[in-house]
Every structure is written in C-alpha cells, then in structure tokens.
C-alpha cells in the first residue's frame, strides 16, 4: 500500500516562498499522473497543478508563473515550488498520485494535507 506524505508547510508573508514535498511510501509508478490540490479556509477546493510521467506540467491560471510542480521518480518525489505567494494562497495543500499499477489496477492514492498560511 502506498502513503503519500506531504511536508513544507507552514506560515509566510506575502511575496515569501515556500516548497512543498510530497514524498512516496513505497512505490508511485514513474507512471503516474501527480497533482497539488489546495483546499481553502472558505472550503472551495482547486486543481492547482498537474505533471504527467512525461513531465508536461499544467496550472491553474491563479498560479500560474508563480508555482512550478516538478517530480523526482527515483526518489519517489513531488515537488511544488511557490514563489511570490499571496494570502489568498493560503490552504490545506493536498498530494495526489492516480494511475495505473503493473496488474492494470487504477490507483489513486492521496496525502494527508499540508497547511500553508500566507499572512503579514
């Protein structure tokens, strides 16, 4: 069985950084499709970025430019870079990894959620 951890999270100001990790228990499929959802305090729930196996990346249009997913298969690693945060950034930040396992079994395998709080 797979876990995803994420880690990072934590409290910046605005125009501040920070890099989440969502790190693989066992192993994610190189395969695999992984996202970075966000959760916010108002419970409005975003697909903020999305890297394929090959490593094509999509963004929501509100992050875009300032977050930037990346991956790391031999370490079984997700990565989002967020650069130039906002407060409306500020959310529960979810890891998820879907796909299809060697047995042709879908899978879809989501972290516990990590909190990022943008704010002066």
């Known amino acids: 069985q797979v876990q995803l951890v994420e880690s990072g999270g934590g409290l910046v100001q605005p125009g501040g950084s920070l890099r989440l990790s969502c790190a693989a228990s066992g192993t994610i499929e190189s395969s695999y499709t992984m996202h970075w959802h966000r959760q916010t305090p108002e419970n409005v729930r975003e697909l903020v970025a999305t890297?394929?196996?090959?490593?094509?990346?999509i963004y929501a249009d509100s992050v875009k430019g300032r977050f930037t997913i990346s991956r790391d298969n031999a370490k079984n690693t997700v990565y989002l870079q967020m650069d130039s945060l906002k407060p409306e950034d500020t959310a529960v930040y979810y890891c998820n990894g879907a796909g299809y396992d060697y047995l042709g079994t879908f899978r879809d395998y989501w972290g516990q959620g990590t909190q990022v709080t943008v704010s002066s």
């Open positions: 890297i394929t196996s090959s490593g094509s990346t």
